[in-house]
């Protein structure tokens, strides 16, 4: 009972803070905190598509790519790299 109480509490927090893009509901905006890839060519990659740090972005799908859209630019990528990317909702 306790254990339950406490993975409740948990996923609340959770609900609140930065989360992969991947997990942002479908036609939410959100803004970039960090992009936590190990490769460096994939970081440069999404910085020349305007995906870094500060940037809104708004989750136009998930399936069967993760579409997103920053300003006037639609951009699919790659579940694995949705991953990757760490964003804030915006309410």
Known sequence: MILR?????RSQEAA???????RLETGKSGVVVR??????DRVVK???L???????????QRH????????????AIDREVA??????PVA
Not at 5 to 9: C, L
Not at 83 to 88: F, G, N, Q, R, S
């Open 50 to 60: 305007g995906v870094m740090s500060g940037v809104s972005i708004r989750l136009v």
């Open 46 to 48: 999404l910085s020349s």
């Open 16 to 22: 609140n803070g930065p989360r992969p893009l991947s």
């Open 83 to 88: 991953d990757e990317i760490l964003v804030e």
């Open 5 to 9: 109480r406490f993975r409740a509490g």
């Open 35 to 40: 992009i936590v890839s190990t490769s460096p």
């Open 64 to 75: 069967p790519a993760v579409v997103l859209q920053i300003a006037e630019t639609t951009i």
